[in-house]
């Protein structure tokens, strides 16, 4: 798989890419933006907590997905989200995977 971008052979992103297999550690997402900065792609980087997910974050999302070539997104770590006690409500790797299930995401990480 082109560590660029999670597409089929055609450079569309694939249907048959599972979310969990688009979270990245930030080692894998160091090594996949080097790669496409090698090959004079624009990468773009959002980063939040994104517990509840809410209409804001996906247009947010959307439009910094027009901003490059690739997007990728990386999440507050659970020891860090400080919003009250039950909070974050969903951990860290769902948080991820849920973000990663956005087809114009091209890689997540924590």
Known sequence: MDLNRASD??????????????????????????????????VVLAHGVFDLLHLGHVRHLEAARKLGDILIVTVTA???????PGRPVFPQGI????????????????
């Open 9 to 42: 052979e055609s450079g569309e992103p694939s249907q048959h890419v599972i979310a969990r297999d688009r979270v990245k550690s930030l080692p894998e997402l160091a090594e996949i933006s080097r790669q496409a900065r090698a090959e004079n792609k624009k």
């Open 78 to 84: 659970d020891k860090y989200v400080r919003k009250g």
């Open 95 to 110: 948080r991820a995977e849920m973000l990663a299930a956005l087809g114009y995401i091209d890689w997540t990480g924590i």
